[in-house]
């Protein structure tokens, strides 16, 4: 057994530091913005900072991997320079957090993709290196694995051995030590030990396969019968609608998609296989495209169905796009017998690049489609003069049939929710900034929209910008209160806690197990229900107690069991107290 040497430890850490010194500089910057995000109260991070980090990690790695081939060293560092220059310019386009879009999401995702796929492949480009290809992409990624695996095994151990510290000898020990831990072993540790262990550049050139047989078990007789029977499933699904002579249900677009992926990885899984010409490995690299083609018809097949009956969405332009590349990877498969599976990757890596950075990308060209239409249903019923949707009075006399009203409120809705209100502004007078789409609709008439929104299953409130003025001076604390979806914690500090439960907000200080302030919310709900004014938004939504004052900004939820039972999902508000 090898023994383990500190110097040797020492000497790989400082190769990899000056291997991998732009790509190491960004995780511990990321790691310094976690340990800030603990340990200071209130912390607000720029998110392009998040973004910055984050995304320079990846695409550092990938131009590091690409520079070591080259014989002059200097092109790393003036590789590394200019991608940190683009990245930078490219981060600080984006918004802030609290601007922050879906389709800046959706973008900062696939980049993210785009750049780890790229670590993979950029040293290969060459003939003739496919064997390398494979060892050094199943060598890296059982180094991350195994990198992940050490840091939450020491994650544990030392919890464990901190908690024992507090029930033995009576220690006070916050949160905040074990979040500062879990920054050490996961943004730290595990990529340290990942970093120091990727192939080297002499052996990322070897020319010969390291047999793995849990590789060839996982391959052969794990994934293979699995994608079997997944293929049986469709090809039965696809005689049956056309036996029915109908068409395919939209999900199957995404069964078609995983049945082709997954293929795709068990080919490469099996690809040192086909060396030792194992008849099912090598049958199945050969054929698996044709077997594909039919699916893939099929999915095409049910993506344009979902175009008809929804329109063009992001998402389904996205499934499109992937739909288009099977084809091409299909063929390119079957014509070059699934030699060259590294082109798998670029390629997917260069069309999902190419389709979200630009203006043809699928989220401006989705966005264009949205406000087309939308442009010509305001155009074609007589809402628009001189370009503006007409007076509140006038808007009221037209009438829409439903389909067109929920198709317009639709794209009214996936405009504001991905591209922000202010695309929808050229067609309005007044300022949107600080309306909701539910406002948007009503200023619309869009009966049939709202009734989604006034029915007795949903509620939404906002405190408009004629606000009450409330004197402050009798008061001694401000606290911010602010839940989503997953949790109920409205507030946390040294001082305060405030959570949500049975809508109520139980104040507690913090330490304390009873709650010295409860505010039931049920009756203020009730009352902004009952304002049959026409408007979501309120010009007072207080509620006073004895020793605080709220109020609320915004909040939304369910009514469930046909109105028996209130869920909150959204709340924001602002408490003062005494």
Not at 108 to 114: A, E, N, P, S, T
Not at 323 to 344: P, R
Not at 425 to 448: A, C
Not at 494 to 500: F, I, M, Q, R
Request: proline content about 2%.
């Amino acid at each position: 057994m090898k023994r383990i040497s500190i110097k040797e430890w020492s000497e790989k850490l400082q190769q990899m530091s000056v291997r991998f010194t732009f790509p190491l500089f960004f995780v511990l910057g990321l790691a310094f913005l976690f340990f800030i995000e603990v340990n200071k109260d209130h912390a607000d991070i720029d998110s392009r900072i998040w973004t910055m980090f984050g995304l320079g990690i990846p695409l550092l790695l990938a131009v590091s991997l690409f520079a070591e081939g080259l014989k002059d060293k200097l092109w790393k560092v003036v590789f590394s320079l200019i991608a940190i220059v683009l990245l930078a310019i490219y981060t600080y386009t984006l918004p802030d957090k609290d601007d922050l879009l879906s389709i800046h999401f959706y973008q900062i995702f696939i980049l993210g993709i785009v750049f780890t796929f790229s670590c993979f492949v950029v040293s290969f480009f060459r003939k003739g290196n496919d064997i390398s290809f494979w060892e050094f992409s199943k060598t890296s990624i059982i180094q991350f694995i195994t990198s992940y695996i050490f840091a939450g095994v020491l994650m544990i151990g030392l919890s464990l051995a901190i908690l024992s510290l507090r029930e033995l000898f009576n220690i006070d020990i916050k949160d905040e030590v074990y979040q500062n831990l879990s920054v050490i072993c996961f943004a730290i540790f595990a990529p340290l030990y990942f970093l120091s262990n990727i192939p080297t550049e002499t052996e990322k050139r070897k020319q010969e396969y390291k047999q793995d047989k849990f590789l060839k078990i996982l391959g052969l007789f794990i994934l293979l019968p699995i994608l079997a029977i997944y293929s049986i499933i469709l090809y039965v699904y696809l005689i049956q609608i056309i036996a029915k002579w109908e068409l395919p249900n939209g999900w199957v677009t995404w069964l078609v998609s995983v049945l082709a992926l997954g293929g795709f990885i068990t080919m490469m899984i099996q690809y040192p296989l086909r060396t030792e010409l194992n008849k099912v490995a090598v049958f199945f690299a050969r054929f698996f495209p044709i077997i594909l083609f039919p699916l893939l018809i099929l999915m095409t097949i049910g993506i344009f169905r979902r175009f008809d009956d929804y329109g063009l969405t992001i998402n389904r332009s996205y499934v499109f796009l992937l739909n288009f590349w099977l084809y091409g990877i299909s063929i390119y498969l079957f014509i070059t017998q699934s030699k060259h599976l590294k082109w798998v990757i670029v390629s997917f890596a260069a069309i999902a690049f190419i389709s979200s950075v630009g203006p043809w990308s699928v989220l401006h060209i989705t966005r264009r489609n949205m406000l087309n239409t939308i442009e010509q249903i305001l155009t074609d019923n007589h809402y628009l003069k001189n370009g503006k949707v007409i007076a509140k009075n006038e808007v009221a006399k037209i009438k829409l049939n439903k389909k067109t009203e929920e198709i317009l409120a639709a794209k009214i809705d996936y405009v504001i929710d991905y591209y922000g209100k202010s695309e929808l502004q050229p067609f309005f007078s007044e300022d949107l900034s600080k309306k909701h789409s539910i406002s948007i609709n009503e200023r619309l008439n869009l009966e049939s929209a709202l009734t989604k929104y006034l029915r007795n299953d949903y509620f939404n409130y906002s405190l408009n910008e004629n606000r009450e003025t409330i004197d402050i001076q009798t008061f001694s604390e401000l606290i911010t209160l602010d839940k989503n979806y997953s949790s109920d914690e409205l507030f946390s500090d040294t001082k305060y806690t405030a959570t949500l439960k049975d809508n109520q907000i139980l104040i507690q200080k913090t330490g304390e197990s009873k709650s010295f302030i409860t505010i039931a919310l049920d009756k203020k709900l009730s009352e902004l229900e009952g304002d049959q004014d026409g408007d979501r938004t309120k010009t007072q939504m207080t509620i006073n107690g004895s020793n605080y004052t709220m109020i609320i900004n915004h909040v939304s939820g369910d009514y469930e069991n046909s109105g028996e039972k209130i869920v909150i999902n959204q709340f924001e508000a602002s408490l003062l107290l005494k």
